[in-house]
């Protein structure tokens, strides 16, 4: 099984050339103006379904009008001046800064000036993965309360992640390829998102998730995730598997283990690594592709981790 990522590299200075593309990759509704004939647009975008990463950049003053991207966008501006005009608010960006370009469902508009920017799409079910309280209550729609990050450090936040998800995971074609490792990266850019743009999400453990937070709780978690290790599963699969909401089985891991859920999922992918890297021929297989195969993007830190927990680097088990 492959991950659905898509490369895509679109490069035009025909306005109705540019204008039909940019409608069927982000609204079919969206209206452009300004421009003249010749400027030129250049779109390069990763699309692995979850999400897409995309850096676009161009050569004139466009006036752009959404009415319903259907995900969460998040942009950096990297060398543009933009403006964008949102439910009753309207803002100026410079190079550098981020922000959301409408919230979702909600119709908005943007002056795009010469220069480049960077654009993230969000899929809305993925927030709705890490934002979710409980298997049978989930949260209406999340609603973002601001359009701009809470603090500047955060979009310095904002920034590491994609730059990492960008620089790790998408240009490398083994663990790009890897579903647990896309699955992984969709949920750190949602996390990020929840972290960075104030908004509604519950976070705060009820009375009932309190009770919850037991060591039954932890054994059904347990049973569940060495079950489906090799699935791309999220925290709140593992909740609905232990039958609480995703706040309790969080207590309950922190509580009995001193972890979190997803922390004592990745030893258990690092032990099954191991298992593999036992196992293998070292004339045809490798560490990173094992690695990726458990959902580990980066090299260097699986590496670090195998290190720490068996003593020896992961290519001397290989060799062995």
Known sequence: MTSPLHAQVFESRDPAEIHEFLAATYDPALRLGGGEDGYRLVHRRVDT?????????????????????GGLVVCRTRTARVERACDGSADRFDPGDVFLVTRPHLPGALRWEPGE????????????????TAPARRP??????????????LARQWRNTTRYITDVVLTNPITSAQ???????????????LTVFPNTAVTDPTTSDQRDASPATVRRAVAFMDEHADQDITAADIASAAGVSLRAVQLAFRRHLGT????????IRLDRAHHDLVRADPRRDTVSAIASRWGFASHSRFTARYHASYGVPPRETLNT
């Open 49 to 69: 379904g979850p999400f897409a990463l995309a850096t676009t950049g161009q050569t004139a003053d466009l006036d752009i009008r959404v009415d319903d991207i």
């Open 117 to 132: 920017v960077e654009i993230c799409v969000l899929d809305l079910a993925v927030l709705a993965q890490v934002a979710t």
């Open 140 to 153: 209406g729609q999340i609603r973002f309360t601001d359009l701009g990050p809470a603090t500047p450090a």
């Open 179 to 193: 579903p647990l490792v896309i699955g992984n990266a969709a949920r750190m850019l949602a996390a990020a998102a």
């Open 260 to 267: 979190t859920p997803m922390a004592y999922l990745r030893r």
